[in-house]
């Protein structure tokens, strides 16, 4: 979540050297030594149509793998048989950076890179199947900041594919238009998926669970683009409660530990059909840029930080708002519902613009909560004075938001 940088031609860096990982029970394998030579030169050479085939086998890089031609497929022999480990790397921000439309990736993991596992910048038509990247070693500021990360992308699908570990998001995407991650996991993660500063994205079927936060779906100041149009649903959110592990002065590492579902100055959210459960935070955060901490001097006057049109409904919740992170959380909460007791369902900052009119007439932010047990109002604007429970102004209800159709013509 911090800002993101348009891909520069520079910043690849073509494998250098490379073999075939080694460790007490994986043997070195001379056949499988020749590949990895020779797989950055098929990745830089390669052109529309090639279909790069990488077999079973677990491989070390110490340098980025780079893929600039557009049409090409990356396809290994199956998420737990295809490793391309990059465990001591020593050059290169990323473990595979891709910059070309029409692009597919199924079947292999990406291991413990130095930075983001699998970057795909300004690019169209992106399918990422069956793909896991993850960390080894444990939760780690140290450890990439994103692990499936297209950025500045259109028509993007991920589906049937696993995150854990990273330090900022597991699956992100980010200032694009057009997107479905569905029937994919994070886990262990700062942010367990994250659609940001994006258009048009569907989120469902997935699993969110042992993040610090479930699912994210924010606008931060200073992008190329505001985001809104998206529907999380389907998804299972589960108990997000690990320790926030996210580089300081990001703005992931002002999420509180224990967050399920998080809208951030986003609008036109559809929240719905999700099993929401035991995030001791609060199950759903809705919020502005300026309950963040994020200090972006970027900001400009179009940016529009308040949530609004967001419409929360059929979902199943329980459990959560038992033990907020942070001090500020816990006094808020011990001062509302008690030492023993909860906060409800929904925790909103409270940060609105008072000046929002429809049709020549002032109009709230139309946050519509349906099937909740409650809502707590924090009264951020008034410095957390006076904070409320009324539900009364969220009885409401929005017009459903389309599905999104993926454009691959």
Excluded at 9 to 15: C, E, K, S, V
Excluded at 36 to 46: F, G, N, P, S, T
Excluded at 273 to 278: F, G, K, L, Q
């Amino acid at each position: 979540m911090k800002q993101r940088t348009v891909l520069m031609a520079g910043l690849a860096l073509a494998l250098v050297g490379c073999k075939p990982a080694t460790d007490e029970t994986t043997p070195a394998n001379p056949a499988n030594q020749d590949f990895a030579q020779k797989l950055h030169e098929r990745l830089l050479d390669a052109k529309p149509g090639d279909v790069i085939e990488i077999p079973a086998g677990k491989y070390q890089f110490d340098r980025s793998l780079t893929l600039r031609a557009s049409g090409v497929t990356i396809k290994g022999a199956g998420m737990e048989q295809t490793v391309l480990s990059f465990k001591g790397q020593k050059a290169g921000a990323e473990g595979l950076l891709v910059n070309g439309d029409n692009f597919t990736i199924e079947d292999l993991t990406i291991e413990d890179s130095k930075g983001d596992g699998l970057k795909i910048s300004e690019s169209e038509n992106i399918t990422i199947r069956k793909v896991k990247v993850q960390w080894t070693g444990g939760s780690s500021t140290k450890n990439g900041a994103y692990g499936l990360y297209p950025v500045l992308t259109k028509n993007v699908l991920i589906e049937d594919s696993i995150s854990i570990g990273a330090s900022d998001a597991g699956i992100y995407v980010g200032q694009s238009d057009g997107v479905i991650v569905r029937r994919s996991r994070a886990e262990q993660n700062v942010a367990g998926i994250e659609i940001e500063n994006t258009i048009n994205a569907d989120v469902y079927d997935n699993v969110a669970t042992g993040n610090t936060g479930g699912i994210l779906v924010f606008n931060m100041p200073g992008l190329s683009q505001q985001g809104g149009r998206i529907r999380v649903f389907n998804n299972k959110v589960l108990a997000n409660n690990h320790e926030n592990f996210g580089a300081k002065g990001t703005p992931v590492a002002s999420v509180p530990a224990g967050s399920g579902v998080v809208i951030n100055s986003n609008d036109d959210i559809e929240v719905f059909n999700n099993e929401i459960r035991d995030n001791a935070t609060a199950n759903i955060i809705v919020s502005s840029v300026y309950s963040t901490g994020y200090k972006d001097s970027s900001k400009s006057e179009t940016f529009d930080p308040y949530p609004e049109r967001i419409y929360i409904h059929d979902n199943t919740l329980s459990g959560g708002g038992d033990s907020p992170d942070g001090l500020d959380l816990k006094a808020l909460k011990t001062t509302q519902y008690g030492l023993t007791g909860s906060f409800p369902d929904v925790l909103w900052d409270g940060y609105y613009n008072k000046d929002r009119q429809v049709d020549g007439k002032p109009r709230g932010p139309e946050i519509c909560l349906q099937g909740v047990s409650g809502v707590l109002n924090a009264d951020g604007p008034g410095g957390y004075k006076n904070p409320s429970q009324d539900s009364k102004p969220y009885a409401c209800t929005l017009p459903a938001l389309p599905a999104v159709d993926l454009k691959r013509g």
